[in-house]
């Protein structure tokens, strides 16, 4: 699901659960994390934390969450942040 960084409400730890907005007049949705859940920040493996504190200085930069449609678990999140 492809939304931005400010529609997006991450967990504090892999034990909870993203919440999104796939636009701005969207519904809200709610995906689980698990324990196998990447995060990537420019194509580069972070923390979830790391991605909590970049997705918070990213309002608006595009955020890509990848998750199985079998149960709704999250398997990749992506976010692109140009840095000047």
Do not use: W
Not at 18 to 44: A, V, Y
Request: with cysteine; charged share 15%; hydrophobic share 40%.
């Amino acid at each position: 699901m492809e939304t931005s960084a400010n529609l997006v409400h991450l967990p504090p730890t892999l034990a909870g659960t993203i919440q999104l907005l796939g636009c701005p007049q969207c519904r809200l949705q709610s995906l689980q994390l698990g324990s196998d859940s990447k995060f990537f920040l420019n194509f580069h493996e972070i923390s979830l934390e790391q991605l909590s504190t970049e997705a918070l200085n990213g309002a608006g930069k595009p955020l890509t969450i990848h998750y199985r449609l079998s149960d709704s678990i999250v398997t990749r999140v992506e976010l692109a942040v140009l840095h000047p």
